[in-house]
């Protein structure tokens, strides 16, 4: 049995020139249909804040940043990058959350030391 996987993607405008962008790097990929629909989110992990800040550069470079490690790229997909162990972060010290909550994108050792 052969069984294949077929992204869907959905987007608030500009579907088809998203799609160009996220696959102008697969040669072997196409595109099925395009419609314009709402756009979804996706979540990085990064073990690092040298992660965090080439993610977070690269999404919100011709994006918009927003509250506590959201933003949106070019074709207003949203993005939520934060710290792997981010839930550990916040567990053991009860000010991160309320520090997270100020913040844009994530700074590691301001959560930690909050």
């Known amino acids: 049995m052969t069984t294949s996987i077929y992204p869907c993607l959905w987007f608030g405008k500009n579907a088809k020139a998203a799609c160009e962008w996220y696959y102008s790097s697969l040669p072997y990929s196409h595109m099925i249909a395009t419609n314009e629909y709402t756009a979804k989110a996706k979540i990085i ?54 520090t997270l909550f100020k913040m844009k994108k994530l700074l590691i050792d301001d959560l930690i030391h909050a």
């Open 45 to 98: 992990e990064c073990e690092n804040q040298t992660e965090i800040d080439y993610d977070w550069n690269s999404i919100t470079l011709k994006g918009i940043e927003s509250q506590s490690s959201w933003c949106k790229d070019q074709f207003r997909v949203s993005w939520k990058i934060h710290p792997e162990n981010l839930g550990e972060i916040v567990k053991q010290n009860s000010h991160a959350q309320a």
